[in-house]
């Protein structure tokens, strides 16, 4: 099992700052990819942002330029740096974690993600 705890979320107004965090924890397990979704209300997740393995990022077009993703492959953890944010920013974010887990001496590749994180972007 793999658990992903996030932090950072919060009340900020228009054109404000945020960092999220996302530290990945378990046995067992190399991480593929990490990521950041967002949902808001009455919404379907998307995907906000995403990293390899390797460093490589990939943006949304609506946070392409606002958002950062970072990664620190030592401790397992991914951030999340969102700037000049705006109200159609506002949703509960959501971590996620693609890694190559041993289970019973098999390589699975599975899913996890965190319990979410509450971004709300007003004045």
């Known amino acids: 099992q793999v658990q992903l705890v996030e932090s950072g979320g919060g009340v900020v107004q228009p054109g404000g700052s945020l960092r999220l965090s996302c530290a990945a924890s378990?046995?067992?397990?190399?991480?593929?990819?990490m990521g950041w979704y967002r949902q808001a209300p009455g919404e379907q997740r998307e995907l906000v942002a995403s990293?390899?393995?390797?460093?490589?990022?990939n943006y949304a077009d609506s946070v392409q330029g606002r958002f950062t993703i970072s990664k620190h492959s030592a401790n397992n953890t991914v951030y999340l740096e969102m700037s000049a944010l705006k109200p159609e920013d506002t949703a509960v974010y959501y971590c996620?974690?693609?890694?190559?887990?041993?289970?019973?001496?098999?390589?699975?590749?599975?899913?996890?993600w965190g319990q979410g994180t509450q971004v709300t972007v007003s004045s």
């Open positions: 996620n974690a693609v890694v190559d887990q041993r289970i019973s001496d098999q390589i699975h590749e599975l899913d996890y």
């Open positions: 378990g046995s067992s397990f190399n991480i593929n990819a």
């Open positions: 990293i390899t393995s390797g460093g490589r990022p």
